[in-house]
């Protein structure tokens, strides 16, 4: 039985991203201080989204930011890390929908 859940087809997802990368929540910030350590973001889906908001300009939909992580089980997630973390910020005053607005937020060191 536990082979059933475990050892399917979907045990692939069940890989923390970080881990997947060589790296551990512990260890992100030795490797790089802007590397957000959550099991919900990988250092490549960080690139990702932050590479995709500079193309537009520094902001984009949630849902197009979503989009930009197609192989994410849980996109949204995934942005709400980056936002806890700092790197992205949400518009406040829009519904927290599609259509509300992810800005890059820039370190206040940079």
């Known amino acids: 039985m536990a ?3 475990y050892a399917g087809g979907n045990a692939h997802h069940k890989v923390i991203p970080i881990l997947a990368a060589g790296l551990s929540p512990a260890n992100c910030e030795t490797v ?3 590397i957000v350590g959550n099991a919900l973001v990988s250092p490549d889906e960080q690139v990702t989204v932050l590479a995709m ?9 949630l849902g197009d930011c979503a989009a930009a992580l197609p192989d994410r089980p849980r996109p949204v997630a995934a942005l709400i890390a980056l936002a806890e973390a700092g790197t992205v910020g949400f518009d406040p005053e829009a519904a ?3 259509h509300c ?3 890059r937020v820039t370190p206040a060191s940079a």
């Open 101 to 103: 607005i992810v800005r």
């Open 3 to 5: 082979d059933a859940i």
């Open 96 to 98: 927290f929908d599609a």
């Open 32 to 34: 790089h201080p802007g």
């Open 53 to 61: 908001l500079d193309e537009q300009g520094g902001s984009a939909a």
